[in-house]
């Protein structure tokens, strides 16, 4: 049988364990972003689908936290309001730069192709 102490210390290891877990759980998912070419809507999916904008009221920008920055989009009229980040953050390092082209590459640039969005490529 456990000593009373053992068993204080085993259920806050646990209980630390338990807040992480719930934490990772509510925080950390990763929310996915639908970008439908039929209904030329853009859907956020959480938990559930919902529809967050069309695509002519969609505009893209870099957003800018304490020197790291990822890539967000927003509706037109009120992006600084309300908006989403698309892309990990990033940072001037060489690594980073790696992974922003791949992003660059891989998403955004296609979506923007499927949206029609004109954007400057570097050759």
Known sequence: ???????????????VYMVYF?????FRIPVKYIFDKREKSIYRKL????KI????????????ESGAYS????KKKNHIVRNYR?????SGS???????????ENILYPVLD??????NRPQ
Do not use: C, H, Q
């Not at 719930?22 to 509510?26: K, N, P, R």
């Open 22 to 26: 719930l934490w990772d759980l509510l």
């Open 94 to 104: 060489k690594a980073s730069r790696v992974k922003e082209e791949e992003f660059l």
């Open 1 to 15: 049988m456990l000593s009373e102490k053992t068993f204080t210390i085993a259920s806050v290891i646990w209980g």
């Open 86 to 90: 698309i892309s990990n953050y990033f």
């Open 114 to 119: 499927v949206i029609d969005i004109p954007i």
């Open 47 to 50: 938990f559930l689908t919902k």
């Open 71 to 74: 890539y967000v989009i927003g």
């Open 53 to 64: 904008m069309d695509f002519d009221e969609m505009t893209y920008f870099i957003n800018d």
